[in-house]
């Protein structure tokens, strides 16, 4: 599929980026990608177990979760804004297979990034999401030049939490989600990502995106 993908490059410079570590990738998803997320999403227990954690952002689950999984990420496909005012979505490849969905949402203040992404459970367990998260956090931070980075989790949702801490983020905020559920809010700069930084992650293909986003580019 790099022949779709390198056509929704020259719309979209964002679609050209790839962060790869140890036969883990993140990329942009073709509707390939995300029709395979979308089957794990859909599935009763793919992505939550019955009853278990608050997932803020989506109902998970059944063919309805499918398709409002579908209709979020077509929404992403918009071209970015110099000096913010840009998302990516990322696709998490083990072995060429989709396992998770993940995003890059530079939205906030300048010079600051939120970070999320989910796994199909199976994966989960192996270390997968701290090395997504490391992997978000070196192209933010080695590559695009972020200066913070911020997440968000219910404060139930345990494994998240861990993830987040042994990423380096700290807790700045406890609020409550439009939903009403309690959350805890946190943030990482890159002196504590340093710390942690994953060796060997290869980031491409940032370069078109780069000129896009640069304030210079105005």
Do not use: K, Q
Request: neutral net charge.
């Amino acid at each position: 599929m790099d022949y779709v993908r390198d056509d929704l490059a020259a719309l979209y410079p964002w679609f050209g980026i790839r962060v790869a570590h140890a036969g883990l990738v993140l990329t942009p998803p073709t509707d390939v990608e995300l029709l395979e997320i979308a089957a794990f999403v859909a599935e009763p227990g793919g992505v939550l177990a019955p009853g278990g954690e608050h997932f803020l952002t989506r109902p998970m689950g059944d063919d309805d979760a499918a398709r409002v999984f579908l209709e979020r990420s077509w929404s992403l496909r918009r071209f970015p804004t110099a000096g913010g005012g840009w998302r990516v979505p990322f696709a998490v490849l083990d072995g060429g297979r989709a396992v998770g969905h993940a995003t890059l949402d530079a939205a906030g203040r300048p010079g600051e990034v939120a970070t999320s992404s989910f796994l199909a459970r199976p994966e989960r367990g192996r270390g997968v999401g701290r090395r997504v998260r490391l992997m978000l956090l070196e192209l933010a931070f080695g590559a695009l030049g972020m200066t913070r980075a911020v997440t968000a989790a219910a404060e139930d949702n345990h494994a998240s939490l861990r993830v987040s801490h042994r990423c380096g983020y700290r807790e700045t905020d406890r609020r409550r989600h439009a939903d009403g559920t309690p959350e805890v809010h946190l943030a990482v700069t890159p002196g504590a990502w340093r710390r942690r930084r994953l060796e060997g992650v290869v980031v491409e293909g940032t370069e078109p995106f780069v000129a896009v986003i640069s304030p210079a580019s105005r």
